[in-house]
C-alpha cells in the first residue's frame, strides 16, 4: 500500500481537525481578551495563540509521535494510577464540569439573554438549560446522522457569518483601543497565555488526537515519519484558521468598549457586536447558528464521555452515563457563563501545566529511552508548582509558599513558575534511573560471579 496520501484528503483531515477544536464556546474568550487588553492586544493576543493554538498542534503530534493508542496509556508512562487519575481529570474538565455546561450557557448568552428581560434571565437559563440537555440526550442516545448533518451545515454557516462580522469591524471599526484593564497593564502577553488555557483545547487534543491518526494510517500512512508528517500538515492547516479566526476576535473586543462598553464576558460582547452591524437580523441569525453549533458540541462531548467512563465502568450502561452527565451538566449550566469560567480558572491552571509537561516529555522520550523515573520526576515537581498556581486563581493565598516560590522561581508571578522544577524533576529522574540501572546490573553481576 501506497504511503502517499493526496494533499485534498489532507486538507479535508485539516478542516475535520478544526471543526473539532472549534465549538462555539472558542468564540468567547478571544472576544473578552480584547475588550480587556485594549491597547496591549497584539501581545496579550500572541500569549493567547501559543496556548490556544499551538498547544493544541503539539497535543495531536505528541500523540502521533507516541504510538500510543489513548491518552490514558500515554499518560501511563507517568504510573498506571496516574494515567487514571489524568484521563479522568481530563475528561471531566472537556466534560461535564466546565466544557459541556458552557454550551448551553454560551447559547443562552448569545441567543436568549438579550432579548428577555434582566429579571427574567435566571428562570430563562434554568428553563433553556433544560430544553437544551433534553435535545442533548436525545440525540446522544440515537445514533443518529442528523448530528452529523447538522455538523457539517453549521460549522460552515458559523464561519461565514463570523467572517462577515470580521470583515465589517475591519472596514469600520466601533472605536479606537481603550486603555488595558488592570490585569492587562503589564505582562500582557503572559495573561492572555493562561487565558488561552479557557479554550481547553490542549487537553481535547489528546482525545482528538487518536481520531487524525486514525484517519492518515487508513488512508495508507504506515511509518512514523509519514503519520507524522500527514498530521502536521492537517494540524497546520486548523491551526492557522483557528489563528486567523482567534486574532480577528480579539480585534472586534478590542475595538468594542468605545461602542458597548466593557462586558461582562465575550457571549455578550459577540452578541452587542452584531446587533450594532446587522441589527436584530443579524443578531438572530448568528443565534440559531451558535445555538446549533453548540448543541452538536454538546452530543459529540456527551457522547465522548459516556462512552470513556462506560469502558472505564462497565457495569455502568452508556444510557446510564448519558442521562446523569447530561442532568449534572445542566445544573452547572445555571451559575451563568461568567460564573462558570471564574470556577474552571484554578482547575485548569492546574491541569494545564502537566499536560504541557507530558506533551514535552513524549517529544524527549528517545531521549532518556522512556525512563519512568523522568517522568515522575518532572510531572510531580510540575503538580507542586501548579498546584498552588490553581489555588492562588481560586483565591486562597498560602503567602510563605509564594514568597518563596517568587523568590526562586523564575516566571512565577506570571503562572510559569513551573517551568524550571518540571526541568529539574526530569533530570533527578533522570540520575535516580541512571542509578537504578547500575545498582541493578551490579547487583546481576555479582549473582553471576
Known amino acids: 500500500m501506497s504511503s502517499k496520501i493526496p494533499f485534498s484528503y489532507i486538507v479535508a483531515v485539516g478542516f475535520m481537525l478544526f471543526a473539532l477544536f472549534f465549538g462555539a464556546g472558542n468564540l468567547i474568550f478571544p472576544a473578552m481578551l480584547g475588550q480587556s487588553a485594549g491597547t496591549n492586544i497584539w501581545s496579550a493576543n500572541a500569549g493567547f495563540i501559543i496556548t490556544g493554538v499551538g498547544l493544541p498542534l503539539l497535543g495531536i503530534l505528541a500523540l502521533g509521535f507516541s504510538g500510543k493508542s489513548d491518552l490514558q496509556s500515554l499518560a501511563g508512562r507517568v504510573h498506571p494510577l496516574f494515567g487514571l487519575g489524568f484521563t479522568v481529570a481530563l475528561y471531566l474538565s472537556i466534560g461535564p464540569l466546565f466544557a459541556i455546561p458552557r454550551t448551553a450557557t454560551v447559547s443562552f448568552e448569545i441567543g436568549i439573554k438579550p432579548y428577555i ?26 445514533s443518529s446522522s442528523i448530528v452529523d448533518i447538522i455538523g457539517k451545515f453549521l460549522t460552515p454557516m458559523l464561519l461565514i457569518v463570523i467572517a462577515v462580522l470580521i470583515g465589517a469591524a475591519f472596514i469600520n471599526p466601533m ?86 462598553g466593557l462586558l461582562d464576558n465575550g457571549g455578550a460582547v459577540l452578541s452587542g457586536a452584531s446587533t450594532h452591524y446587522f441589527g436584530s437580523f443579524g443578531a438572530i441569525l448568528l443565534s440559531l447558528i451558535v445555538f446549533g453549533a453548540c448543541l452538536t458540541t454538546s452530543v459529540g462531548l456527551i457522547t465522548a464521555c459516556s462512552s ?46 502537566l499536560a504541557i509537561a507530558l506533551m514535552a516529555l513524549t517529544f524527549l522520550h528517545p531521549l532518556f529511552k522512556g525512563k519512568k523515573e523522568v517522568y515522575q520526576g518532572s510531572m510531580l515537581f510540575t503538580f507542586v508548582v501548579s498546584m498552588f498556581d490553581g489555588l492562588n486563581a481560586a483565591g486562597i493565598s498560602f503567602a510563605p509558599i509564594n514568597e518563596l516560590f517568587g523568590s526562586i522561581l523564575p516566571l512565577y508571578d506570571v503562572g510559569l513558575g513551573w517551568i524550571v522544577p518540571a526541568i529539574a524533576g526530569g533530570l533527578i529522574g533522570y540520575a535516580v534511573g541512571l542509578l537504578k540501572s547500575s545498582t541493578s546490573q551490579s547487583s546481576e553481576a555479582e549473582k553471576a560471579a
Open 117 to 142: 428581560s434582566e429579571g427574567s434571565s435566571v428562570i430563562g437559563l434554568i428553563i433553556f438549560s433544560l430544553l437544551f440537555f433534553g435535545i442533548t440526550v436525545y440525540f446522544s442516545l440515537k
Open 175 to 260: 472605536g479606537s483601543f481603550q486603555a488595558p484593564a488592570e490585569n492587562y497593564v503589564s505582562g500582557a502577553f503572559f495573561k492572555g497565555f493562561q487565558e488561552g488555557y479557557l479554550t481547553m483545547d490542549a487537553l481535547a487534543a489528546f482525545v482528538f488526537g487518536i481520531i487524525v491518526v486514525n484517519a492518515v494510517k487508513d488512508k495508507g500512512a504506515a511509518t512514523k515519519k509519514d503519520i507524522m508528517v500527514a498530521i502536521a500538515k492537517a494540524g497546520v492547516i486548523a491551526a492557522g484558521l483557528l489563528a486567523i479566526i482567534y486574532t480577528s476576535l480579539s480585534f472586534i473586543g478590542a475595538s468594542s468598549v468605545s461602542g458597548l
Open 308 to 353: 470513556y467512563f462506560n469502558k472505564l465502568m462497565p457495569g455502568v450502561s452508556y444510557k446510564s452515563f448519558v442521562i446523569v452527565l447530561s442532568i449534572f451538566s445542566a445544573v452547572l449550566a445555571n451559575f451563568g457563563l461568567s460564573q462558570l469560567i471564574a470556577i474552571s480558572v484554578p482547575v485548569l491552571v492546574g491541569i494545564y501545566p
